[in-house]
């Protein structure tokens, strides 16, 4: 099956500050989801990106499929964006891979 | 549509009792999915459905374990015999096949701890 490789594994950083976490998988994607686990454990789903770039507020993402990795870009944290960052690809063919593969995740803690 | 719904949040139980739990999904999403996950690692792939057909299960399911889907419209996943390692938060997600943007949405989970 698809690996999926998450670096860094721990990211420390004061508010304000702007982070980039990397998400490297093994095999071609047909999709590729972002989420955030907050401290209380809920999964929110940030962006499903299997390909291009897209935006939302102070969070972007970037996935480069024929490279083989995505990227999230958090600019200006606040303490609420602390908690614990999943790349999440599947790859094709869809009709038998369609769920998500999770990698171990980049534990963000933004300092006030 | 208040997303999906998991039952219960929090379970105890003691070694070899059976316990189950149950999702109900966003109501127009066609996909279902169960995820296992524990302490310090990312989610891990149980089962899904696309409608009330189970399409696929992980070799991490054993036989003590079985869902189901009856009528494409809630889910519940049973665990028989429990064992001390089967501790975990238990999510569930559900998707729409069949729009561009197919993006999961999560449960807040049922947290089992088998004592």
């Known amino acids: 099956g698809i690996q999926v490789e998450q670096s860094p594994p721990d990211l420390i950083l004061q508010e304000g500050a702007n982070s980039t976490l990397r998400c490297n998988f093994s095999?071609?994607?047909?999709?590729l989801q972002w989420f955030h686990q907050n401290p209380w454990g809920q999964l929110i789903n940030l962006f499903y990106i299997p390909s291009g770039t897209k935006q939302n507020g102070r969070l972007s993402a970037t996935t480069v499929a024929t490279e083989r990795y995505s990227l999230l870009y958090i600019s200006s944290s606040q303490t609420t964006d602390s908690g614990v960052y999943f790349c999440a690809p599947s790859n094709p063919p869809e009709s038998s891979a369609s769920k998500i593969i999770f990698g171990s995740g980049t534990r963000l803690s933004i300092r006030p | 549509d208040t997303g999906v719904s998991q039952d219960p949040r929090h379970k105890i139980t003691k070694r070899g009792q059976n316990v189950t739990f149950r999702c109900d999904p966003i109501s127009e999403h066609n996909r279902l999915y169960w995820y296992r996950q524990t302490l310090g690692q990312g989610p891990e792939f149980l089962t899904y459905?696309?409608?009330?057909?189970?399409?696929?299960k992980s070799r991490l399911l054993s036989d003590r374990f079985s869902a189901e889907r009856p009528k494409g419209s809630f889910s519940t996943l049973e665990i028989q015999r429990t064992e001390q390692g089967d501790s975990a938060m238990y999510l569930c997600?559900?998707?729409?096949?069949?729009?561009?943007?197919?993006?999961?949405?999560f449960g807040s989970g049922t947290r089992l701890t088998v004592v």
């Open positions: 095999d071609s994607v047909n999709n």
């Open positions: 997600a559900s998707s729409f096949l069949g729009t561009a943007n197919y993006g999961y949405t």
């Open positions: 459905f696309q409608n009330e057909a189970q399409l696929e």
